[in-house]
């Protein structure tokens, strides 16, 4: 199976990943992460964040997840895709996906802002370090409309939710 972990950024999509792999490694299973991050380094560069290329970005990496899962490694993509076209058409395309929304409320993906990014998107237009997309607060960022699982990392401690997730 490959799971596909969604949500803004900060929300908790690669500490998540890596908990769960850590749980999957220990039980014998080969896993591997596809983090939207990493990726974007490597064969998505091409890529801006229009939606057509955040769009292609996440078929991108839904194609290498399945070759993982088709040769028996759980694959699981840890990316921001903020168009539900994009998240409908991996589900429709590839066998058992399992869709996974990270849900937070902005208020506090602000006060987290782990690598700076919403101060960022939140400061003047003018300035020029200021970042004009991102997802959601100067860019689209569409809710899922029907997640397998919806995780609450507001609530729920990283132990809590890498269980949910995998049972």
Known sequence: PSFILWGPPGVGKTTLAQAVKKELLNKNL?????DGDEYRKVICRD??????????????LGFVGNILARNGIIAIL???????????ELKDQYQNVYSVWLDCPIDEL???DTKGLYHRALLPGNDPDKINNLTGINDTFE???NPDLILNTNEDEIEDSKNKLLN
């Not at 890529?47 to 991108?60: A, C, Q, V, Y």
């Not at 840890?78 to 409908?88: F, H, K, L, Q, T």
């Open 47 to 60: 890529l801006s964040f229009t939606k057509d290329d955040r769009i292609e970005n996440i078929k991108r």
């Open 143 to 145: 809710i899922p409309e």
């Open 30 to 34: 080969k896993v591997e992460i596809i």
């Open 78 to 88: 840890s990316a921001i895709s903020p168009y539900e076209v994009a998240r409908r």
């Open 110 to 112: 602000i006060r987290r």
